[in-house]
């Protein structure tokens, strides 16, 4: 069986790589291209671990085939840093503590990400509905809730 | 696997049309990755059509709207027009999985599980949706009504994609709405559902209804005795108690571990009663 | 919010003191790894000749082995390894041997989804495609999951001929512990009482829904030294355990802790890790596996289910005269101690004249269940507190001054033995009953839960090592992997002893052979243990900084003190000389006699007991049993808050965790004994629309145990919220609900069937 070829932009970045045709765009992010800061949690897009910006457009990488990527722009934790300089939402979520163990961060930065493109002024039920597809098993969201409120409004401000 | 992504819905017919072994659509592939992870199913062919034209569009037609099959559910609630003409239909769509799955998963996917419990299907049929089918004998129209036949099955033929949902022209004074009940918030499959589409006269009596269930038989039910309970009402308590009451009479359910036949039964009727009040407040009129 | 509450004896170890860096808030060390997705967890790493494993399970709740056949699986292209129990090491204890058989089954299959044979091949495609040609020859046997059915005397047995310890006649075969806690005549007390409430109540298992699977990387070469990288709690557990199970010795094998993408108990023991180093053993090829997570609801340690029988006896007036209850709890195949664990702490938080606990663990066709955040307490002390609501309720009295009245303190004996020193019971009732949310009005179909919870809290072996480097910081290596910000709180801590500031240290989690042993990261104990042995091994560097200040200024080194992070002598009798700052004697330590370091080892005791009180207020939908969290205020004893927002987060993610338990989490086998909600989406934990904020109140009342005062803090804030949520909902809903979880057909049919 022969791979598929896949030409792509990641983070920015054109990137190519090959894929077996059962493969997910998860599994390339993380053993392809090794962007491991995608993480998998289920597999079934149940925990959202695994989000990603799929021409900006927030999705589970774990429910999009490899293959599918062509031609495409994908946008991961990876991406959200200006060098040295952290995103609003990265520096919110480590100014509210809101981090435990820290295995679903990447996908609620992600999450988050695409919340505030698309509404600059959530109010506090929309955050948590928009959330509530990115499981978070340590935190109870509390500090989740707030850091994200505050990166919007801090982006309002800015 | 083979994975193929074809420019034509021609294209796309044929290479379904002559795979000899189990082959999959893939529009949103929110269901078919979860079963290809499972392992539930292993297909030879993998056909995305998203790159088939019109595929991703909403365009209005005779009134009403075409959604195409790869159109997201988030698309969908994007679109004013749409939302203000079928808001039921819309917010039924926009139940199914996370912001994440709201990203990708379709109408049409959504329809093709044909599992009883699909959130936009009792929508849909409330609706008097109808489904565009492109197959190796041409393109038909069906309602969506007939689509599902029972768990997991659909009355396609090999060959056949459905390409597109249109959503009727409606009368003025007309709304729908579209509940289900889940243990949490998010994130589940309804346990049961309900969903009402009605038009009033002007003086707000109900003139023209649909009530349809989910996830309270193997396909969803059209509940007509619901419908007759509230035609001519102004949605008074009676009416509505009687709508309720013939709501969970139509229930048909299994015991499972979602949910007890006893609870969807009840629930149901619950929902259905809900659901109708949203759509007769959406439809203008005021109790 | 950190209340203050300073009172009660200097301990043993417990000194007051003025803090700078305890109690203030930095940025955690690895933050800037885990927001950016550079942190590695168990699955991010990779070795080159890298094999993929997959293992086969079994497809019945109870089965004899009859044949294995992997020739077919062995001979397929691409296939390296195969695996079966009889490549394992037969162990000398039953403890092992247990754990070793539930990674591989041996004679056996106990549960769905229990381990039969495992392959390693080129990649998981491969490996998953050969274990569909691995023969096995099932003979099947009756099953049973259902704690009190597996006690009857028509039960299947589970482990015939298998004898168990201190088990009274007319126990069946499959009850493997039998315990027995208590003092006075509680015969006695219940004829004193004016009202006496008895109740059944069951509760389902959970999972602990850490959000990253187990996965490791594990490599063994033909010299027979080997490495694994995993995810765990414990790395020094891991070590032991697959060491022993592959037969090589300890010194012979290294384990690194990757980054934990959460444990909650779930990561206290072994699953693949013995499995993939007797796979790389076999095919010379570094070996990685990862569980999926359907894997891991069906294999990895869920907690007990429970069957409990409470009675408690009440004056009208609200003392409890007697407290009775027998617990029966299920953890699956093998045996465990939660049950006895539920019995210690049931009646923890009352001071009583007669109580009495019996518990029961009964094997069951269920996987070996795994440590859960306060093992064995939520379920327990959810039993006894509904009944005290209960006894309230009919009584009319405040559920809060009921509690206050019954309230252990300093000095009272222990349901379960010891006697309390200070503890923070009568602090935290009375910060509840102060604060705003019990006093604010509830709306149509609310209802206001209250419940107390407890956790021991466990110390035990601890060692932390930390050298002063000649610019003045200082390096911190200890042993146990860091579930929620300890490396903070230990930098903090070691900061606040040696005098210098936060970011001047850096502390990491050393691999099994950087430093002496460590029991794993469990009970709640790392910020305490790993505190105290960091905080002793400052002290042990300060000595030795002393000793070369005094050596320079030609004085006593008795004669010199540390302040503030410097040298400073005694007085003016030791002599006149101005301060030596850390990194003045760190920058002259090769002159001054070498590398400067200090190191402890101890064996650690005294981890001081925790309570909590939770209030929540619920609405439950009357026509639907749908049940909303309105309001939720936790309010805990830390001891001392080392950084308190990772004390907040333990209080809010315990409570949070104890919602789901209470309203949804559910194990639901079949007829089959086959588990039908293996996946995230029909195993309900909660998602952030379910939730309100969880207000978090921290007091301090000062563990005489620890040179800070800290208690543990991570599992007692698991305990209350079954009950708090259980005693809202019966009050909203109008009925009394005596099974978990209280999912909404549950609510819906006791409303019902109350009309």
């Given at each position: 069986m022969s791979k598929i070829h896949v030409s792509t932009s990641i983070n920015g970045d054109a990137v190519e790589y090959l894929c077996e045709p059962e493969e997910t765009l998860l599994d390339a992010l993380r053993n392809h291209v090794g962007l491991t800061g995608v993480k998998e949690g289920c597999g079934s897009g149940d925990c959202g671990a695994c989000s990603v910006e799929l021409d900006g457009r927030l999705v589970c990488s774990c429910l999009v085939l490899a293959a599918e990527a062509e031609g495409k722009t994908v946008s991961t934790v990876e991406g959200m840093a200006d060098g040295e300089k952290l995103h609003v939402l990265q520096q919110k979520i480590l100014d509210h503590a809101a981090l435990q163990c820290g295995i679903c961060t990447p996908g609620i930065l992600v999450a988050a990400k695409a919340l505030l493109e698309k509404n600059p002024d959530p109010s506090e039920t929309e955050v948590r509905y928009w959330l509530a597809g990115n499981l978070c098993r340590c935190t109870g969201y509390d500090k989740i809730i707030r850091a994200v409120m505050d990166a919007a409004a801090e982006m309002r401000g800015a | 696997m083979r994975f193929e992504s074809p420019d034509t819905i021609e294209q796309a017919v044929e290479l379904l049309n002559t795979c000899d072994g189990i082959s999959r659509v893939l529009a949103g592939g929110t269901d078919v990755l979860v079963q290809l992870r499972l392992a539930l199913v292993e297909p030879e062919l993998i056909v995305d059509i998203k790159k088939i034209t019109g595929m991703r569009e909403i365009t209005a037609e005779d009134g009403g709207f075409r959604i195409g099959a790869a159109v997201s559910g988030a698309e969908m609630g994007e679109h004013a027009d749409l939302v203000a003409l079928w808001p039921g239909v819309v917010e039924a769509m926009e139940l199914v999985g996370s912001t994440q799955v709201q990203g990708r998963a379709t109408l049409v996917g959504n329809l093709c599980n044909a599992s009883p419990a699909a959130d936009s299907v009792p929508a849909m049929i409330a609706a008097n949706a109808v489904a565009r089918i492109v197959g190796p004998n041409g393109t038909r129209d069906c309602p969506v009504v007939d689509i599902p036949v029972g768990p997991s099955k659909t009355s396609l033929t090999k060959g056949e994609v459905i390409t597109s949902i249109y959503l009727p022209a409606r009368e003025d004074n007309s709304g729908d709405a579209y509940l289900r009940f889940i243990p949490r918030t998010e994130m589940d499959i309804a346990v049961s559902s309900a969903g009402v589409n009605l038009t009033l006269d002007v003086g707000g009596v109900v003139t023209q209804a649909r009530v349809t269930l989910g996830a309270v038989a193997p396909t969803v039910l059209v509940v007509e005795g619901a419908a007759k309970a509230i035609i001519g009402t102004k949605l008074d308590d009676e009416a509505i108690a009687t709508l309720q009451a013939a709501c969970s009479a139509a229930c048909n359910p299994i015991d499972d571990k979602r949910g007890t036949i006893e609870f969807r039964t009840k629930t149901a009727g619950v929902l259905a009663k809900r659901a109708a009040l949203i759509a007769y407040s959406r439809a203008g009129g005021s109790k | 919010m950190v209340t203050e509450y300073v009172e009660g004896s200097a301990g043993t170890e417990f000194n007051k003191r003025d803090f700078k860096v305890v109690g203030t808030r930095p940025p955690r060390p690895d933050g800037i790894d885990k927001v950016t997705g550079r942190a590695l967890f168990g699955a991010d790493l990779t070795a080159p000749g890298m094999l993929h494993a997959t293992i086969l399970r079994s497809p019945h709740a109870h089965a004899r082995i009859v044949s294995i056949d992997t020739s077919a699986a062995l001979a397929m292209a691409g296939v390296k390894a195969i695996v079966t129990s009889e490549d394992f090491v037969k162990q000398k204890g039953s403890g092992n041997q247990d754990t070793l058989d539930n990674c591989m089954a041996r004679g056996k299959v106990f549960y769905d989804g229990h381990a039969v044979a495992a392959v390693a091949a080129i990649s998981v495609k491969v490996a998953n495609a050969a274990l569909k040609l691995i023969k096995v020859e099932y003979d099947v046997l009756p099953h049973e999951t259902d704690v009190d059915a597996a006690m009857l005397d028509s039960a299947p047995v589970l482990h015939e001929g298998r004898k168990f310890r201190n088990i009274p006649e007319g126990n069946n075969a499959n009850v493997s512990g039998f315990w027995e806690f208590g003092h006075g005549d509680v015969e006695e007390g219940f004829s004193k009482a004016d009202v006496i409430v008895e109740r059944s109540f069951k509760t389902a298992a959970t999972h602990q829904g850490y959000i990253e699977p187990h996965a490791t990387l594990a490599t063994m070469g033909p010299d027979g030294r080997g490495e694994i990288w995993v995810c765990t709690q414990g790395h020094y557990m891991v070590r032991d355990m697959a060491a022993a199970f592959v037969g090589m010795e300890t010194s012979q094998l290294r384990v690194t802790a990757s980054e934990i993408g959460g444990g909650f108990g779930g990561k206290t023991t072994v699953y693949l890790e013995p499995v993939a180093l007797a796979l790389s053993k076999k095919s010379g090829r570094p070996v990685k596996m990862v569980m999926t997570r359907e894997e891991v609801f069906r294999a990895s340690g869920p907690t007990t289910s429970s069957s409990t029988d409470v009675k408690i006896g009440m004056t009208k007036d609200g003392r409890i005269t007697a407290g009775q209850a027998k617990l029966r709890y299920q953890g699956g195949a093998y045996p465990n101690i939660t049950a006895m664990l539920g019995a210690m702490t049931a009646f923890a938080s009352y001071d009583l004249d007669a109580v009495q606990t019996q518990a029961w663990n009964v094997l069951t066709n269920r996987p070996k269940q795994a440590a859960y955040r306060a093992p064995g307490a939520p379920m327990a002390i959810y039993t006894v507190e509904s009944v005290v609501d209960e006894l309230c309720q009919k009584l009319d009295l405040d559920p809060i001054e009921v509690r206050l009245l019954n309230a252990a303190k300093k000095g009272t004996l222990s349901s379960y033995g010891p006697t309390f020193d200070e503890i923070g019971l009568v602090a935290t009732l009375e910060a509840a009953k102060a604060h705003p949310h019990y006093a604010a009005p509830l709306g149509p179909n609310q209802g206001r839960g209250v419940s107390c919870g407890f956790w021991f809290n466990f110390a035990g072996n601890t060692s932390v090592s930390m050298s002063i480097n000649e610019d003045g910081t200082v390096s911190v290596i200890e042993g146990n992997p860091d579930i929620g910000g300890s490396r903070a709180s230990i930098s903090m801590m070691a900061a606040e002893e040696l005098g210098i500031p936060f970011d001047k240290i850096r502390t990491i989690i050393g691999d099994t052979n950087s430093i002496g042993f460590n029991d794993v990261t469990?009970?709640?104990?790392v910020t305490f243990s790993v505190g105290l042995a960091t905080i002793k091994a400052a002290r042990a560097a300060i000595k030795n900084m002393c000793g070369r200040a005094a050596q320079v200024w030609g004085i006593d080194a008795d004669a010199v003190d540390w302040i503030d992070g410097a040298a400073v002598p005694t007085g003016h009798n030791a002599g006149d000389f101005s301060p030596m700052t850390l990194a003045e004697i760190a920058s002259d330590q090769a002159k001054t006699g070498g590398p400067i370091a200090g190191h402890h080892e101890v064996n650690a005791d005294g981890a001081g007991v925790s309570f909590g009180v939770h209030l929540v207020d619920v609405e439950v939908d009357p026509e639907t049993g749908f049940t909303e969290i309105k309001r939720y205020t936790v309010f805990q004893d830390a001891g001392k808050a080392i950084h308190p927002d990772y004390v907040e987060g333990q209080m809010q993610g315990g409570a949070v965790q104890g919602i789901g338990w209470a309203l949804n989490e559910e194990y639901i086998y079949g007829e089959d004994g086959k588990l039908q909600n293996a996946g995230f989406l029909d195993y309900r934990i909660p998602v952030a629309s379910d939730l309100p904020m969880i207000d978090a109140v921290i007091l301090e009342i000062p563990n005489p145990g620890h040179p800070y005062g800290v208690r543990g803090v991570g599992e007692t804030g698991i305990v209350p919220p079954l009950a708090a949520v259980a005693n809202g909902v019966s009050h909203a809903a109008g009925v009394r609900m005596t099974e978990l979880p209280m999912s909404p057909p549950r609510i819906l049919a006791a409303i019902d069937g109350a009309k």
């Open positions: - | - | 469990d009970g709640s104990r």
